[in-house]
């Protein structure tokens, strides 16, 4: 004869194991890079940073791309990150992920506007982009390819976050995009559909 009272009794077991221990839902920051650059006389003067808030596009936005552009082909920008987009606990078990678009630029572009990503010319485009945590570097994430007109080519990030900075308060993110392939005027893309980000896991 078959006895399953044990078998229930394990199942009980783990009911009561489940509600003693709830799984929780993993937590993170989103930071989103974008231009915060101020209007001028004679254009706009660039401030790239790293932001909790998804872009919505600035007047200054569009010809700070095609005057002051982000550089020629192969320069490096600097994002940091604003004030208020750190001040969290880190996760270092998870990795850091996200996606960093890069694309080229024509020297004159008519695109301003809220989230609008200035037109964008098409060709070979690339970047190594280097995230630093409180000063210390995280890794680089490469990538280069074709982007369409109009469009961007995206440069997936993983990366494993160094285990001293473990369930540190967050003071800063730095993100250094060096261009390595690219036309004319060249830089991340922060707008539209292909807003750049970075995904830092919390506790």
Same mark, same amino acid.
């Given at each position: 004869?078959?006895?399953?009272?044990?078998?229930?009794?394990?199942v009980?077991?783990?009911?009561?194991?489940?509600?003693?221990f709830?799984?929780q839902?993993?937590?993170?920051?989103?930071?989103?890079?974008?231009?915060?650059?101020?209007?001028?006389?004679? %254009?706009?003067?660039?401030?790239?940073?790293?932001t909790?808030?998804?872009?919505?596009?600035?007047?200054?936005?569009?010809?700070t791309?095609?005057?002051?552009?982000?550089?020629?082909?192969?320069?490096t920008?600097?994002?940091m990150?604003?004030?208020?987009a750190?001040?969290?606990?880190?996760?270092?078990?998870?990795?850091l992920?996200?996606? *960093?678009?890069?694309?080229?630029?024509?020297?004159?572009? %008519?695109?301003?506007?809220?989230?609008?990503?200035?037109?964008?010319?098409?060709?070979?485009?690339?970047?190594?982009?280097?995230?630093?945590?409180?000063?210390?570097?995280?890794?680089t994430?490469?990538?280069? %390819? *074709?982007?369409?007109?109009?469009?961007?080519?995206?440069?997936?990030?993983?990366?494993?976050?160094?285990?001293?900075?473990?369930?540190?308060?967050?003071?800063?993110?730095?993100?250094? *995009?060096?261009?390595?392939?690219?036309v004319?005027?060249?830089?991340?893309?922060?707008?539209?559909?292909?807003?750049?980000?970075?995904?830092?896991?919390?506790?």
């Amino acid at each position: 004869m078959k006895h399953t009272r044990p078998v229930i009794g394990f199942v009980a077991a783990s009911a009561v194991a489940a509600l003693a221990f709830p799984s929780q839902a993993a937590t993170s920051r989103t930071l989103y890079f974008d231009n915060s650059g101020a209007a001028t006389p004679s %254009g706009c003067t660039p401030a790239y940073v790293l932001t909790k808030l998804a872009p919505k596009g600035s007047p200054c936005e569009g010809p700070t791309v095609a005057v002051a552009g982000q550089g020629p082909a192969k320069a490096t920008d600097d994002f940091m990150s604003l004030p208020a987009a750190v001040g969290f606990k880190i996760d270092a078990k998870r990795a850091l992920t996200g996606t *960093v678009y890069v694309t080229n630029y024509p020297l004159v572009t %008519g695109s301003v506007g809220p989230a609008a990503l200035p037109s964008s010319l098409g060709g070979p485009v690339g970047a190594d982009v280097t995230i630093k945590i409180n000063g210390v570097t995280v890794g680089t994430a490469s990538g280069s %390819g *074709v982007a369409m007109p109009n469009g961007a080519y995206a440069i997936p990030v993983k990366l494993k976050i160094p285990a001293s900075l473990n369930g540190k308060t967050v003071k800063s993110v730095e993100a250094a *995009v060096a261009m390595n392939t690219g036309v004319v005027l060249t830089g991340a893309a922060f707008g539209g559909n292909t807003k750049s980000k970075l995904v830092v896991p919390t506790r």
